[in-house]
């Protein structure tokens, strides 16, 4: 099997390791230094500083040359980067191959899936998601680590699970796409509100009432757009919430934290190498749940953190929320 893996940021690189030594496997990294320094040094220290690569993993700079011996697509980039990539590589790639995206987050705008901007750009490829608790650097030290394969067609979801499966990787398969799209992109923003109740150092409470409520509101607008409540019980849902939420190594948490410590949001963000997805998935939030009507107090009070409307200290006030009945997803 000839994989290639589009984006080689961290969850980029970290899936390219795990394939390459079962399969050739090309990634394509966006910057000529770091394609560079993959070939020559087995590392990618931009992005996993002190982990050493698989000599097996090849990386070019050159789109074209990645994927136009291609038979899995792997695509790693951020979303606002997601059609443009994929259209630039459109004419180099393989009739009917399947395409599998890393990516958690919507388009702006249009506020389409990823497998949704997959289907678009490439119709007549089967359009799969990969989404779960993990953190890449975990993965990469070896910990054991759990995903999902969604697709509605599971003789290809079985297919790509044997694929990309591996040692202590496992994943498992779902046909619920919308539901662990929704999921996976929306639980940043949750991240994000934790990240806040732990920089302002309000309790362990604060931030599991927050996780709790928010896995409430991101099975209510799933269920709206289509998704399956039991997929927001499974790794799509709570599993990669509470890894978001808790670990310090989330891009998203980090964010929120040094909000509640009362630094500015492009301060915080000048300093990132990577792409905190929570930013833009907060506006996607708040605009999907005025489409659906769909009630997401939490999300809609970090809407209004990264639009500037209120500091991360109003945002606490306002995540104290009214008492009601508790239920889920109500």
């Known amino acids: 099997m000839r994989i290639t893996v589009l984006g080689a940021g961290s969850w980029g690189t970290t899936v390219a390791s795990l394939v390459a030594k079962r399969?050739?496997?090309?990634?394509?990294a966006r910057s000529p230094s770091i394609a560079l320094e993959?070939?020559?040094?087995?590392?990618?220290?931009?992005?996993?500083?002190?982990?050493?690569?698989?000599?097996?993993?090849?990386?070019?700079?050159?789109?074209?040359?990645?994927?136009?011996?291609?038979?899995?697509?792997?695509?790693?980039?951020?979303?606002?980067?997601?059609?443009?990539?994929?259209?630039?590589?459109?004419?180099?790639?393989?009739?009917?191959?399947?395409?599998?995206?890393?990516?958690?987050?919507?388009?702006?705008?249009s506020l389409l899936r990823m497998t949704q901007v997959i289907g678009d750009v490439l119709p007549g490829h089967p359009a799969v998601a990969l989404t779960g608790p993990n953190i890449a650097r975990e993965i990469m030290e070896g910990s054991?680590?759990?995903?999902?394969?969604?697709?509605?067609?599971?003789?290809?979801?079985?297919?790509?699970?044997?694929?990309?499966?591996?040692?202590?990787?496992?994943?498992?398969?779902?046909?619920?796409v919308v539901g662990c799209e929704?999921?996976?992109?929306?639980?940043?923003?949750?991240?994000?509100?934790?990240?806040?109740?732990?920089?302002?150092?309000?309790?362990?409470?604060?931030?599991?009432?927050?996780?709790?409520?928010?896995?409430?509101?991101?099975?209510?607008?799933?269920?709206?757009?289509?998704?399956?409540?039991?997929?927001f019980a499974g790794l799509a849902g709570m599993g990669d919430l509470i890894a978001t939420c808790v670990s310090p190594?989330?891009?998203?948490r980090h964010v929120g934290e040094q909000l509640g410590r009362g630094r500015p949001l492009a301060e915080i963000m000048g300093e990132m190498t990577m792409v905190a997805e929570g930013i833009s998935a907060a506006k996607t939030a708040y605009a999907l749940a005025e489409r659906y009507q769909v009630e997401m107090p939490v999300c809609s009070e970090i809407y209004r953190v990264v639009t500037g409307e209120a500091s991360a200290s109003q945002t606490y006030r306002g995540l104290r929320l009214p008492a009601g009945h508790e239920s889920l997803p109500g």
């Open 249 to 252: 190594h989330s891009r998203n």
């Open 144 to 176: 054991a680590a759990a995903s999902v394969i969604a697709t509605p067609d599971l003789a290809v979801a079985s297919a790509v699970q044997q694929v990309l499966g591996r040692g202590m990787f496992r994943l498992y398969t779902n046909h619920d």
């Open 182 to 231: 929704v999921g996976g992109a929306l639980k940043n923003v949750v991240a994000i509100a934790c990240g806040i109740a732990q920089g302002l150092s309000v309790g362990d409470n604060t931030r599991a009432a927050v996780m709790t409520r928010g896995l409430a509101e991101l099975t209510r607008l799933g269920q709206a757009m289509g998704g399956e409540a039991p997929t």
């Open 38 to 109: 993959i070939n020559e040094n087995a590392t990618n220290e931009s992005y996993l500083p002190g982990f050493s690569l698989p000599r097996e993993l090849t990386a070019t700079p050159d789109l074209e040359q990645s994927v136009v011996a291609a038979q899995l697509l792997v695509v790693a980039v951020p979303s606002h980067a997601f059609r443009h990539t994929l259209e630039e590589a459109k004419a180099h790639i393989h009739p009917w191959i399947p395409v599998v995206s890393l990516t958690k987050g919507f388009e702006q705008g």
């Open 23 to 28: 399969h050739a496997t090309t990634l394509w």
